[in-house]
Nanobody
């Protein structure tokens, strides 16, 4: 039983910051890739950032330079530091973890950015 728990969402003013966290439990494995997605109403879920077990990162153009994905010195944890938030960042944010062909999703955490 693998569970990803996302937290850290909330309401923030434009220009503010939030840090999202995702913790994986129920697995003895370290996931090879963890990432963050978001989905706004009426829009497709989009990939924002990924980080591999080798700490290689990739970012969507829409968040490059504003968001930072990282893994702390612990297993199966991933952060998303979000700075300079914009109203268009408002969405439900989901964490994702992959190990070979296995893929898991968190429950989502709401981020709302007001202007």
């Amino acid at each position: 039983q693998v569970q990803l728990v996302a937290s850290g969402g909330g309401l923030v003013q434009a220009g503010g910051s939030l840090r999202l966290s995702c913790a994986a439990s129920g697995s003895i494995f370290s996931f090879n890739t963890m990432g963050w997605y978001r989905q706004a109403p009426g829009k497709q879920r989009e990939l924002l950032a990924t980080i591999t077990s080798g700490v290689t990162t990739n970012y969507a153009d829409s968040v490059k330079g504003r968001f930072t994905i990282s893994r702390p010195n612990a297993r199966n944890l991933v952060y998303l530091q979000m700075n300079s938030l914009k109203p268009e960042d408002t969405a439900v944010y989901y964490c994702n973890a992959k190990l070979s062909l296995l893929e898991y999703w968190g429950q989502g955490t709401q981020v709302t950015v007001s202007s």
